[in-house]
């Protein structure tokens, strides 16, 4: 008994560290900054997508199978692989992973030098990053295992501090807004939740080294540190945004998420928190981009069945990664959200279908809540960007929830019911009964 709750225990922490990357630090001190006295709603809605839809994601993947491409199987095959494939350029090219060179530069970089331009910051970063996805050895398996702790010890000493003694008043947003909508799609810049398919693979993997071979008890070990981890992350983003919203006093209304944390750390800390928080988030970028290129490297030699060699899909993924972090921090977070703001609903409708899919008989029902909620989705992006007025108000007017920021969730019950109605008097798509047949979902 002792000995589950030690493995638990110890999981439990390290999902938290695969999850807590150094790009999570920027968006919960922000997010308190812009809600002010409303900062536990705005927190209360990232909290919802990460890091609980995250956590939820690792368990509902780990039933499933415990593969990226099991929680997508019943809409289809080609479906589940897409997903996957689209999951690793976000997370591993295309955002995150720029995101770790720009945040270095931003944090590290210009505080200390600041004539330092933006490419020789990600040359020399991505240059590291490649040398360490190369030569795999015990060099970020150290800085990880050191890293962590003193980054969890450092940020709750940070919040202590505050809590006991605030740096001034809960201030009023000069700008209304819905912070628990703002909250909870500001969590989606997190891709927490995208990433967790892939995470779910990991903690399954050392549950199975740690001894637990029988999958029931497997399961239920995964939950316990999902729990460990859930509770820790709620703290730490609880803390950051509460300290967040305890600085409106002292910075001005227009700055950035990189700058609320820097000048948050260096208030309390002085001097020197601006270099602890450079360090930290200098390794702690590093080992995330080595950790996501590296798996982006073997996603693409799996699924090609070794057509694509590894280190030509790590070259190019960097390459990409280089360009695109010449951009800064806020330009990626501006571009990622229309992206993150259509992919997420999807993934939502498919974790919460999954939670309760041994009752749901047809794959069509699943079809229908993605296809509902990548629509809608995908419409209200394109009317904010081109600025269709006409159909903002008709969507807002005549779809339930639309005013509340979740315009897709009708959309996705209608389409699910109606595809779950032809699938039932039509014969069409499978069902559950075939997937047990065919042995590929774990009940």
């Not at 990460?50 to 289809?76: F, H, Q, Y």
Request: charged content about 15%; aromatic content about 12%.
């Amino acid at each position: 008994m002792k000995e589950k709750f030690r493995d638990s225990l110890t999981v439990g922490f390290a999902l938290f560290a695969i999850f807590f990357g150094a790009g999570n630090l920027i968006f919960p001190p922000y997010l308190g900054f812009t809600a002010g006295q409303h900062w536990l709603s705005a927190t209360t809605g990232f909290t919802l997508t990460d890091p609980l839809l995250a956590i939820v994601t690792v368990i509902v993947t780990t039933k499933l199978g415990g593969r990226i491409d099991d929680i997508g199987r019943r809409v289809s095959p080609n479906f589940a692989k897409g997903l996957g494939v689209i999951t690793i350029l976000l997370i591993a090219t295309l955002i995150a992973v720029p995101r770790t060179a720009a945040t270095v530069h931003e944090i590290a970089i210009v505080p200390n030098f600041p004539n330092i331009s933006p490419v020789w910051t990600s040359l020399i970063f991505f240059a590291l990053t490649l040398y360490f996805v190369f030569n795999e050895g015990k060099v970020m398996n150290i800085i990880g295992n050191i890293l962590t702790p003193i980054l969890l010890i450092t940020l709750t000493m940070f919040i202590g501090v505050v809590i006991f003694n605030p740096p001034g008043p809960l201030l009023t947003p000069t700008i209304p807004e819905n912070h628990f909508m703002r909250g909870f799609t500001e969590g989606y810049q997190t891709m927490d939740a995208l990433g967790a398919p892939l995470m779910a693979g990991i903690v399954v993997t050392d549950f199975i080294r740690r001894g637990y071979h029988e999958t029931t008890e497997r399961y239920k070990m995964v939950k316990k540190a999902g729990l460990v981890a859930l509770g820790l992350l709620i703290f730490i983003y609880g803390g950051l945004a509460y300290i967040g919203a305890t600085m409106g006093s002292h910075f001005p209304e227009r700055i950035t998420r990189v700058e609320i944390l820097l000048g948050a750390f260096s208030h309390v800390f002085g001097n020197i928190g601006a270099l602890i928080i450079a360090i930290i988030v200098t390794l702690a970028c590093l080992t995330t981009s080595v950790g996501l290129t590296a798996t982006c490297g073997d996603f693409f030699h799996s699924i090609s069945n070794g057509r694509l060699r590894y280190k030509v899909v790590v070259v190019i993924s960097v390459g990409i990664s280089t360009l695109i972090s010449l951009f800064t921090v806020d330009d990626i977070i501006i571009y990622a959200g229309p992206i993150l703001e259509v992919i997420y609903p999807v993934m939502i409708v498919l974790v919460l279908l999954s939670l309760v899919d041994r009752f749901i008989y047809y794959d069509l029902i699943f079809l229908g809540g993605v296809l509902g909620a990548f629509l809608i989705s995908l419409l209200e992006v394109l009317v904010r960007i081109f600025e269709w007025t006409s159909i903002t108000y008709g969507i807002t007017q005549f779809i339930p929830l639309a005013d509340r920021g979740f315009t897709w969730v009708i959309p996705s019950i209608t389409l699910a019911i109606i595809f779950g109605l032809l699938a039932k008097l039509m014969g069409l798509g499978k069902t559950i009964d075939d997937h047990n047949k065919e042995n590929a979902v774990f009940r």
